[in-house]
């Protein structure tokens, strides 16, 4: 399941995945797992890019009453 | 002054723990897998195939293979803190060093992959022919050779996913 969300947040921050996994200290394979919904990332993780893409985690990581996290 | 050490400390992040966690465990039961089959050959079938410390040693190479090709190809083999270049020219100068030593000493025949093992059974003596312990360079030169291969196709593989990313963004 595709977190669209967090790329759109991504996209309107103007930065990559490399700039984003080096402000939250991960690499850039994880936030790729994270966006491409391979990995489940802890709720430390999530509130750290929360932080730097400046949103909460209800808008990023809340699932929506059919279970998807993507803006389809 | 601070003299700590922990700034050389691998740092790796918590999908890259859990993978290598797992990889571990894979690594685990290789071993686990080749001392069990090692032992069936030896004793149902009647057989050797290594000395003692040869065999040992292929089983560990094994096991530490099946870690480093799990954690390279999720991304979790080199640290945050490592520079993948210099990871790779280490390790190739690592693999030929070993394989270089390996092939000088069997080229000047100072050493031979294979030696004769005498067993007494039932009074009896039997040879076989066995692999060496002098086979420990070229398997440690084979295993270092082989996460750089892991490492060389997985950044292909990657390569190939960012530009089919690169195109669908487009």
Redesign the interface.
């Known amino acids: 399941m595709k977190n669209l969300k967090m790329k759109a947040a991504r996209a309107g921050k103007d930065m990559s995945q490399q700039e984003l996994a080096e402000a939250v ?3 850039r ?2 936030i790729n ?1 994270i966006e491409k919904g391979d ?1 489940n ?2 709720i ?2 999530c509130r750290d890019i929360c932080r730097v893409l400046g949103t909460t985690l209800d808008e990023l990581f809340w699932e929506e009453e059919n279970g998807r996290t993507d803006d389809e | 002054m601070d003299l700590s050490f922990h700034n050389n400390k691998k740092k790796f992040d918590e999908r890259q723990q859990l993978i290598r966690g797992k990889a571990y465990k894979y690594g685990f039961f290789t071993l686990m897998l080749f001392l069990i089959i090692k032992f069936v050959i030896e004793k149902v079938f009647d057989t050797m195939l290594f000395s003692s410390f040869a065999g040992n040693w292929i089983g560990i190479c094994l096991s530490i293979a099946v870690f480093a090709i799990v954690c390279v190809w999720n991304d979790a083999y080199i640290s945050l803190n490592e520079n993948m270049k210099g990871v790779i020219i280490l390790f190739i100068g690592v693999a030929l060093l070993n394989i270089g030593i390996s092939f000088l000493n069997l080229y000047n025949g100072h050493v031979s992959f294979l030696e004769t093992m005498q067993v007494v059974k039932n009074g009896e003596i039997f040879d076989y022919s066995v692999i060496s312990v002098e086979c420990v360079n070229l398997t440690c030169g084979i295993l270092f050779l082989v996460i750089c291969i892991a490492i060389a196709l997985k950044s292909i593989v990657d390569r190939k996913e960012e530009d089919f990313e690169d195109d669908d963004a487009e």
Request: aromatic share 10%; glycine share 10%.
């Open positions: 200290g991960v690499s394979q994880t797992s990995y990332p802890t430390k993780l």
